[in-house]
């Protein structure tokens, strides 16, 4: 990639740049799309065991399983289609957040740079850990909304809406994960300093609880609640760690 004077990048190579991370970001995407579809099978196994036990009613031969039903021709080809997408994301998300970090980095100075290592090296655990929160959590959540069902009424679900409920929740929490290292990796590249991270704490919370209310698939103040309490903890650890950074760096800016 080429650079101008003072490690600026002309507009045009900026558009290059992100064309070139986009479509690699896109083709790792469509590698794991193609792993999800081929476990399909196993993936909507594993993914409807909240409600009901779909390998046990493979293995029977049953017609039905709880409560969850496909209607519509194209329903179970749209279904298999979205969950394999969703699959993709998760599963090239290591790859994809490396290519949004390497397309941030060519801006930053050597030692940034380095510093930066720990955005390539924390990105996919947290986004891990964040994704299993998000699954684990799903049998509690399904457990209280579907406790709202009046007595004498059958709750019957749409399999798709219900798969897609558990995707995105799955999704929302491994993406939210990665507040903590963002946050974290400014630091210790210098674009913010602790101080400035912890000061407005009050409007962080703040937007950490809207961004769960707007994004979070229920309203439901359970699920809400188990994804900005770790998000409100993780906010004040990474500004914790970035003060502690700040110190360590302005004792050698003094020596």
Same mark, same amino acid.
């Given at each position: 990639m080429t650079a101008t004077s003072g490690g600026r990048m002309p507009l =045009?190579?900026?558009?290059?740049?992100?064309r070139k991370r986009l479509f690699r970001s896109l083709l790792a995407v469509a590698v794991g799309t193609g792993i999800g579809w081929f476990f399909y099978n196993s993936i909507v196994t594993h993914l409807a065991k909240p409600v009901c036990n779909l390998a046990l009613a493979q293995a029977q031969g049953a017609t039905h399983c709880g409560s969850l039903y496909i209607n519509g021709v194209l329903g179970p080809l749209n279904l298999q289609i979205? !969950?394999? =997408?969703l699959t993709g994301v998760i599963l090239s998300a290591p790859f994809w957040l490396y290519q949004l970090w390497s397309f941030i980095a060519p801006g930053l100075h050597r030692k940034e740079k380095r510093n930066s290592l720990f955005f390539i090296v924390c990105a996919t655990p947290f986004f891990a850990v964040g994704a299993t929160l998000g699954?684990? /959590?799903l049998p !509690?959540? /399904?457990?209280v909304l579907f406790g709202f069902t009046?007595?004498?009424?059958t709750n019957l679900v749409r399999f798709d809406d219900y798969l897609d409920f558990v995707m995105r929740v799955i999704l929302l929490f491994a993406l939210a994960f990665e507040l903590p290292v963002f946050l !974290?990796?400014?630091n210790l590249i210098g674009f913010l300093r602790g101080k400035t991270i912890l000061k407005p704490w009050r409007i962080w919370v703040f937007c950490i609880v809207l961004f769960t209310a707007a994004f979070t698939p229920t309203g439901?103040? =359970?699920?809400?609640?188990l994804l900005a309490l770790p998000l409100v903890a993780l906010y004040f650890l990474s500004g914790g760690i970035a003060l502690l950074v700040d110190r360590a760096r302005d004792r050698k800016i003094q020596i």
């Open positions: =045009l190579e900026h558009l290059r740049e992100f979205k !969950v394999s =997408l699954y684990l /959590i !509690v959540a /399904i457990r009046p007595n004498s009424l !974290v990796t400014f439901d103040p =359970l699920t809400m609640s």
